[in-house]
């Protein structure tokens, strides 16, 4: 078990602003698998690479729904963990904390986090493949994907599709987060999906100091302060804990 150092403790308690970036690995103890982890059942064959494109839902848009489908059912029986909570409770120790996620599960959001910046999107939510709105009503009718009811045009979930642009608020929100904190905090991320893995590099430029969160290594691990070893859901609690003792 990695030890909480008492220099990244002074540091967090030092700190004015910090910013948090998570990946898939946060959720991976709530039982949604990473993105680079084995499919599993009928879609054991397939890549996320190779769905998750603008291109594939043009060439075969009921295949892609239905594989974000079976996404979104696994994300609406999960249930946030220690690790999510564990940072909902470091935004109310610390005088400025900024959430970037680049998971769309919303699970971060359903463990009492506020303003949280979805870089790639929720995919919970549904949007107009034409029109690029969101559409709140559900949807009615057996087709596959369904069709947006002001233009009839097809529905889409309202990710970040490999290719496509990061949406301009949060890209400009994150940006600014990673420009402004003194302490970045890197948890269950690859740090190989651009241009997320540029904030780090970002906030390293103007003199954060980096914390990683990751139990295997990633090409950020040799950049960072305080590389921390270990699962989100077993670190997070520990840090925030080891921060309120000493803080008494
Ligand atoms: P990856 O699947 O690339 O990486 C997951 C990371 O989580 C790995 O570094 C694991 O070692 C780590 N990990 C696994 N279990 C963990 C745990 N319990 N606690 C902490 N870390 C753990 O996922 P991301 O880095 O999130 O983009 O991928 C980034 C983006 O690439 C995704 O948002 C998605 C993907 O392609 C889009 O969909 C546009």
Do not use: K
């Not at 420009?179 to 690859?190: H, I, R």
């Amino acid at each position: 078990m990695t030890a909480i150092p008492p220099a990244l403790v002074d540091a967090l308690r030092a700190a004015r602003e910090v910013t948090v970036l998570t990946g898939s690995g946060i959720s991976a103890e709530s039982g949604i698998p990473t993105f680079r982890d084995a499919q599993t059942g009928i879609w054991a064959e397939y890549r996320p690479e190779d769905l998750a494109t603008p291109e594939a839902f043009a060439v075969n848009p009921r295949r892609v729904w239905e594989w974000y489908a079976w996404r979104r059912q696994m994300v609406s029986d999960a249930e946030p963990n220690a690790g999510h909570y564990a940072l909902a409770r470091l935004a109310s120790l610390v005088p400025r904390l900024n959430l970037i996620t680049q998971n769309v599960d919303g699970l971060h959001q359903r463990a009492g986090s506020e303003n949280v910046i979805e870089y790639h999107g929720n995919i919970l939510r549904n949007v107009c493949s034409i029109e690029g709105i969101v559409v709140d009503e559900q949807p009615v009718g057996d087709e596959l994907p369904p069709a947006c009811p002001a233009c009839g045009g097809p529905l889409r979930p309202g990710v970040v599709w490999f290719g496509e642009a990061i949406p301009p608020a949060a890209m400009e929100a994150a940006r600014r987060a990673a420009e402004a904190c003194d302490l970045f905090l890197s948890v269950g991320t690859s740090s190989l999906v651009y241009p997320a893995a540029g904030l780090m590099e970002v906030a390293l430029r103007n003199a954060a100091r980096l914390i990683e969160v990751n139990p295997n290594p990633t090409p950020v691990t040799g950049l960072a302060d305080f590389p921390l070893t270990g699962a989100a859901g077993d670190v997070l609690p520990r840090l925030v804990d080891a921060l309120c003792e000493r803080g008494e």
